[in-house]
T-cell receptor
Framework: DTAVSQTPKYLVTQMGNDKSIKCEQNLGHDTMYWYKQDSKKFLKIMFSYNNKELIINETVPNRFSPKSPDKAHLNLHINSLELGDSAVYFC?????????????????FGSGTQLSVL | AQSVAQPEDQVNVAEGNPLTVKCTYSVSGNPYLFWYVQYPNRGLQFLLKYITGDNLVKGSYGFEAEFNKSQTSFHLKKPSALVSDSALYFCAVRDKGSDYKLSFGAGTTVTVRA
């Protein structure tokens, strides 16, 4: 069984559309993340949830909205897609998010969603 | 503030030769340090981490990294590289005094030629 699975693997859409990417982890982890990897492979965190509570919310457009219905799922909804949103989006999870003084447990990544906005 | 720099975009080595991927970090306090590897069309995979204690950390696939506080470095090393080590390598850091957020470097592409 895949530990962190995200769907779809590829997403090609027109500017202005609304789309969602789904992520599920079966590791029993408490913390889940969304990362964006741009065309230069630079990796930047977008959001993190710990036990369904938002703990990291980086400076991303409010067109991006994460939703965590339960600990095992963290979905990413994107409104009014723009050309600059084209990237690979990675979901990840960890047992612990790493509170002050406590080290992060290692992250487990999904295989990515390649989003292309035309 | 915390940040990490990987000064080399690319590293090319011959199979069987030693491999080093450089990483330097900047934190206001003490760091937690990590290395991840990304194979083509895959998500990142954890290699190793430094939390505290012994400066030499051993990880997966024969990799190790040495924490050097005076040089603020955490270079990844492998004594004898394999063609299958060809991948994109990321260093990451978190200040122990902050919470949750890892900062990743820009990545270093390693190519091991047969």
């Amino acid at each position: 069984d895949t530990a962190v699975s995200q769907t779809p693997k590829y997403l090609v859409t027109q500017m202005g559309n609304d789309k969602s990417i789904k992520c599920e982890q079966n590791l029993g982890h408490d913390t889940m993340y969304w990362y964006k990897q741009d065309s230069k492979k630079f990796l930047k965190i977008m959001f993190s949830y710990n036990n369904k509570e938002l703990i990291i919310n980086e400076t991303v457009p409010n067109r991006f909205s994460p939703k965590s219905p339960d600990k095992a799922h963290l979905n990413l909804h994107i409104n009014s897609l723009e050309l600059g949103d084209s990237a690979v989006y990675f979901c990840a999870s960890s047992q612990d998010g790493g509170s002050v003084g406590q080290p992060n447990e290692k992250l487990f990544f999904g295989s990515g969603t390649q989003l292309s906005v035309l | 503030a915390q940040s990490v720099a990987q000064p080399e975009d690319q590293v090319n080595v011959a199979e069987g030769n030693p491999l080093t991927v450089k990483c330097t970090y900047s934190v206001s306090g003490n760091p937690y340090l990590f290395w991840y590897v990304q194979y083509p069309n895959r998500g990142l995979q954890f290699l190793l981490k430094y939390i505290t204690g012994d400066n030499l950390v051993k990880g997966s696939y024969g990799f190790e990294a040495e924490f050097n506080k005076s040089q603020t470095s955490f270079h990844l090393k492998k004594p004898s590289a394999l063609v299958s080590d060809s991948a994109l390598y990321f260093c990451a850091v978190r200040d122990k005094g902050s919470d949750y957020k890892l900062s990743f470097g820009a990545g270093t592409t390693v190519t091991v030629r047969a």
